[in-house]
């Protein structure tokens, strides 16, 4: 399963860092790009980490935004590198 989303305390940058640094505390596969935060995993570990990163935003503001996206599919690691690896295969050619 791959999750990706976006936790904003709408305009604090600082306060978005807290909810990644909880993702790379996780120590599950991760990859924060400018508008999404992935990370992968199984459910339960995934939607943790997702809960706690909002956590920290919340604590700090008053108000958050949760936009979330999952690729659920059982059985697939490695998915936050694979899928890239084959768009960049079909590129090339």
Do not use: C, H, Q
């Not at 999750?3 to 600082?14: K, W």
């Not at 503001?61 to 697939?76: E, M």
């Not at 490695?78 to 090339?92: P, Q």
């Amino acid at each position: 399963m791959i999750v990706a989303f976006s936790v904003s305390p709408l305009g604090v940058g600082e306060y978005v860092a807290d909810a990644v640094r909880v993702v790379r505390e996780s120590g599950l596969p991760n990859r924060t790009d400018a508008m999404f935060t992935s990370i992968e995993g199984e459910w339960d570990e995934v939607m943790d980490v997702v809960k706690r990163a909002v956590a920290a935003v919340e604590a700090r503001a008053g108000r958050v935004s949760l936009v979330l996206k999952a690729d659920i599919r059982p059985g697939v690691t490695d998915g936050l590198t694979s899928k890239v690896e084959t768009v960049e295969r079909y590129l090339a050619d």
